[in-house]
């Protein structure tokens, strides 16, 4: 499979914030790939650089097989775009505002176009100051969504819509993923990712700092391991056992998170010391991204970049 | 009085962010004040030689009709002639942008939703926009009438020069309060309130070109701008008429009270319509948007230069030949920048008012750009394939093309009523072609708001300023006294002495390229930068 986009340590600074610190991405060509990172963490900045909309200062960006800066009205024939933040006209209606952007694109597919403001449901004759903010990203989704572009790039494309429209977003995503285009969703809800992407990367102070599908970033994270043993061990011991950490003793319960790849260990480590209830959890998605949004938590230092 | 909740740190929230804005504004304003006065009184440093060099012409109508009657045949008088009506407007409009700025558009852009969640009045934000307006307006009157006085002119005077310039200070920063409650945009607002300006500044000039007495002498009382002629500083020194504008004041606030009272937050009387559900065919590409969302700014401007330009051509008939005396011919010229008769010299003035009015329509068109930018709508058009330039281009055509539809529109009509009101008149032709001789000028500074535009969004507003400083050198340069390069940097000063003289084709041709070569640059410029 070929790549969709390639970038590699781009990075952009506005005045003295440094947005994009080096970061590395990849996307393969017919994927659906989730964008994830804590707020600020740039995520948008490198939406917008991959539109050519920002010249980086340094690095390289490959999209489609153009560079973005330099070939951006070309890349754009074959692309479409939902911003984080959608603003449109106050005075044109949401339906002239579709048809607007999908003629700048070249034109509207007319079948497409019905069948999305159907979908969503959406008022066409208002204006866009009198939209909602949901109503908004719908508008903005229809220009996205009936466009034929190859590729996608959708920063938080579900902000403000209500659970059955991001239903019909999800199954919209299906349609497109079958179509094999690509798509890059920057989206802060986890579900949605994991319902939808194939893999995901995590930006965190401008850099990617984990790639890969969710499973293999679970197994990056440690399983929590509750057991009533009948031979205890203190804490100091069993903090010595491989790939264990955040130990607690409490009368014959112990309780403490362990690297994927050390499972096998500690169970046999258990069963010696006659394990008589045993309850191992892997980590939530949650969890999963806590550990790598948070620069102070205990639990990120531990996870191997 | 919960209503008012808050005021106090919206105003120093304001403060804050006119820092830049109403110091230099009033800077500028005294600038024009104290700078004139003291060049005309270099010229005419007595009473004697003041009543002598241009007493008689200052009686003119012509003159009056563009800048107010004259106070009395006196050098302090003469000292501020230009500068109380040219004052007067200039703070009106400094009124008028402060009190939209930090209440209707605040509200237009989401941030006043905000701030009304906090703890905050209903009234604090237009109490506290109405409180900075009239504190700027004070403040600039103040400082021009204790400048003149420190340079020497009549105390009383003084005090009532600073009463002209608050009374339509004052006056309008209670119908902008009005209109910024009324119209439910941003521009909607400035369409009113500006509107009102010019509305103002018309029904002054047929008032005092009028006979004293007649009704429509009586007239120029309805306007603020004819009540800031009318304290006439340094002869009659009316300082009642003050009065009137806080009673404007009072009058505005307390309608837009009213009306805040009754509407919902984002909104303003007139309720949202639908509109169609497909584009039409125009709306095709950034051309089309661009001149769509234009439309309402050209209907606004053409109704308004039709009647103001039915009103200049009808005061022609007012306007009486002057004698054939060469001297005041001279200073006729000086004032007027054109050679010929009477009728002439007037016309040339007015357009070159009209002509700075329609080069600020454009240059709101054309910084747009950096409207759209800042709103978060560029991105959404330059992540198709429409190329940078193409979209600048758009908005800086509609920005080079309305200008010279509207001067088509002042042209004809002024020289369509003002050849039928008056024999003496220059006729339909002649006055088109004065009218469009001014585009030169006008690009020129629709370029530098385009080159501003597109090298550096920050700093686009500038081009107001350009444009205001490049029409007063122009106007009151010579007046002052300026170097001759100074002036020079001015557009309008390189413009035709039309009508009367003639056609200054290497000059238009010049400022002509000069304007394309910014709008180049411009383009250049916005394909080079971040788009955010
Ligand atoms: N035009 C700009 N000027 C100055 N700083 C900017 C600009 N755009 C982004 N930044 C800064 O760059 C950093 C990254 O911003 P970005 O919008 O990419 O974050 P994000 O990951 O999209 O966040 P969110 O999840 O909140 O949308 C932030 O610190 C932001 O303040
Ligand atoms: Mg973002």
Known sequence: MTDAITVSGLRKAFGRTVALDGLDLTVAEGEVHGFLGPNGSGKSTTLRALLGLLRPDAGTASVLGRDPWHDATELHRDLAYVPGDVVLWPTLTGGETIDLLGRLRGGVDEDRRRHLVERFELDETKKGKAYSKGNRQKVALIAALASDARLLLLDEPTAGLDPLMEQVFQDELVAVRRDGRTVLLSSHILSEVERACDRVSIVRAGKVVDSGSLAELRGLTRTRVRASLTDVPDVAEASRWPGVGDVAVDGTHLSCAVEAEHLGTLVAELARRGVTGLTCQPPTLEELFLARYDRTSPAYEEVPT | MTRLAGTAELLRLAVRRDRVLIPASILGLLVLALGSARATLDIYPDDATAAAGLGEIIANPAVVAMYGPLGSPTADALAVFKTVMMGAVLTSILA??????????????????????????????????????????????????????????????????????????????????????????????????????????????????????????????????????????????????????????????????????????????????????????????????????????????????????????????????????????????????????????????????????????????????????????????????????????????????????????????????????????????????????????????????????????????????????????GELGPTMQLPGWVVDLSPFTHLSQLPGGSFAATEALALTLLAAALVLAGAVAYDRRDVT
């Open chain 2, 96 to 473: 008028l942008v402060v009190v939209r700025r930090h209440t209707r558009t605040e509200e237009d852009d989401g941030r006043l939703e905000l701030v009304s969640a906090g703890v905050v009045g209903r009234w604090a934000p237009l109490a506290s926009a109405v409180t900075l307006a009239v504190g700027a307006v004070l403040v600039a009157s103040a400082l021009a009438g204790a400048g003149l006085a420190a340079l020497g002119l009549d105390g009383r005077g003084s005090l009532a020069f600073a009463v002209s310039w608050a009374t339509a200070g004052l006056a309008m920063v209670g119908i902008a309060a009005l209109a910024v409650q009324v119209a439910s945009t941003t521009r909607g607002a400035g369409g009113l309130a500006f509107g009102a300006v010019g509305a103002a500044y018309l029904v002054r000039a047929a008032g005092d070109t009028a006979t004293e007495g007649s009704a429509v002498h009586a007239l120029g009382w309805l306007s603020p701008l004819g009540w800031a002629g009318r304290v006439e500083p340094y002869g009659a020194d009316r300082l009642w008429v003050l009065g009137l504008g806080v009673g404007v004041l009072v009058v505005g606030v307390t309608g837009a009270v009213a009306v805040l009272d009754r509407r919902d937050l984002g909104a303003g009387l007139l309720p949202a319509r639908s509109g169609p559900s497909r584009a039409g065919r125009s709306l095709g590409g950034p051309l089309g948007l661009a001149a769509r969302l234009a439309t309402g700014t050209l209907v606004g401007w053409v109704v308004g230069l039709v009647l103001g330009g039915a009103v200049v051509g009808s005061l022609m008939g007012s306007i009486g030949s002057l004698a054939d005396n060469p001297q005041m011919r001279q200073v006729l010229e000086a004032i007027g920048g054109s050679a010929g008769s009477v009728e002439e010299i007037y016309l040339a003035t007015e357009t070159k008012f009209v002509a700075i009015a329609v080069a600020a329509a454009g240059i709101g068109l054309v910084l747009r750009l950096t409207a759209a930018e800042r709103a978060g709508l560029t991105e959404s058009v330059l992540a198709t394939p429409t190329r940078r330039a193409h979209w600048y281009g758009a908005h800086v055509a509609v920005g080079i093309v309305l200008p010279a539809v509207l001067m088509t529109v002042v042209g004809l009509v002024v020289g369509f009523v003002g050849s039928r009101t008056s024999a003496a008149a220059p006729g339909v032709g002649e006055t088109l072609a004065a009218s469009l001789a001014t585009l030169p000028a006008v690009w020129v500074l629709i370029g530098v708001a385009a080159l501003l535009a597109g090298a550096t969004p920050r700093f686009a507003p500038t081009a107001w300023g350009v444009a205001l400083v490049a029409f007063v050198v």
